[in-house]
């Protein structure tokens, strides 16, 4: 089985709305879990976080206001609900447990476990 599984993407107009999955096979209940996203030619970029308890999460602008992350620790699910989404969120996204890296460029948040998922594709058309 793959440690990582994402669903949820597709194809869909500038203004709509998608909600991804992630299930993991390791336990999440104790370990900060987040979203990912790598657009065509470019770099693999954080997205949000949730923390085990709370929840405290964490969208990165300008994407917050318009996404949500939520967990479900029983079921070691992660969601991520798109909402107005326009051409410049498509990409391939990517769930993993997220950690702070201080020397890491951009956010400074990246995945912890390997390996990788394969993604979902998301692409929004115009």
């Known amino acids: 089985q793959q440690p990582l599984v994402e669903s949820g993407g597709g194809l869909v107009q500038a203004g709509g709305s998608l909600r991804l999955s992630c299930v993991s096979a390791r336990n999440i209940s104790a370990t900060t879990m987040g979203w990912f996203r790598q657009a065509p030619g470019a770099e693999r970029e954080f997205v949000a976080l949730?923390?085990?308890?709370?929840?405290?999460?964490y969208v990165k602008p300008p994407m917050n206001g318009r996404f949500t992350i939520a967990r479900n620790n029983a079921n070691n699910t992660v969601w991520l609900q798109m909402n107005r989404l326009t051409p410049d969120d498509t990409a391939v996204y990517y769930c993993?447990?997220?950690?702070?890296?201080?020397?890491?460029?951009?956010?400074?948040?990246?995945?912890?476990?390997?390996?990788w998922g394969q993604g979902t594709q998301v692409t929004v058309s115009s």
């Open positions: 993993n447990s997220v950690i702070f890296s201080s020397s890491a460029s951009g956010s400074g948040y990246i995945g912890n476990w390997s390996p």
């Open positions: 949730i923390k085990p308890t709370g929840p405290y999460f």
